[in-house]
């Protein structure tokens, strides 16, 4: 069983970036892809980020593409999200997840093996 463990939350300006990590441990990254999802208080787990396990293809939700970038890299055990040009609304818990199925997805029931999750808050 995979553990994943997420890190490089903060809080931080509009306008302003960060760079969430999220790690493996116990095995390595399956040859499935990996995601990262996000959840503000009161919403549900929303679709944010998708890589696929060559990380030659990614996949964005509308409201982040052009500003979010996902990347992964195997050797590592290691899957990361490049968030640039952050607004208030990217206010939430980040959560990385491990696909189960092997075509691109963005359904949260599709993903699994989730970390604690890393806080995110753009705030000036």
């Known amino acids: 069983q995979v553990q994943l463990v997420e890190s490089g939350g903060g809080l931080v300006q509009p306008g302003g970036s960060l760079r969430l990590s999220c790690s493996a441990s116990?095995?390595?990254?399956?040859?499935?892809?990996m995601g990262w999802f996000r959840q503000a208080p009161g919403n549900e787990r929303e679709f944010v980020a998708g890589?696929?396990?060559?990380?030659?293809?990614?996949y964005y939700a509308d409201s982040v593409k052009g500003r979010f970038t996902i990347s992964r890299d195997n050797f590592k055990n290691t899957m990361y999200l490049q968030m640039n040009s952050l607004k208030p609304e990217d206010t939430a818990v980040y959560y990385c997840?491990?696909?189960?199925?092997?075509?691109?997805?963005?359904?949260?029931?599709?993903?699994?093996?989730w970390g604690q999750g890393t806080q995110v808050t753009v705030s000036s």
């Open positions: 116990g095995r390595t990254f399956s040859t499935y892809p």
């Open positions: 890589v696929t396990w060559s990380g030659v293809s990614t």
């Open positions: 997840g491990e696909s189960r199925v092997v075509y691109t997805t963005t359904r949260l029931s599709d993903f699994g093996s």
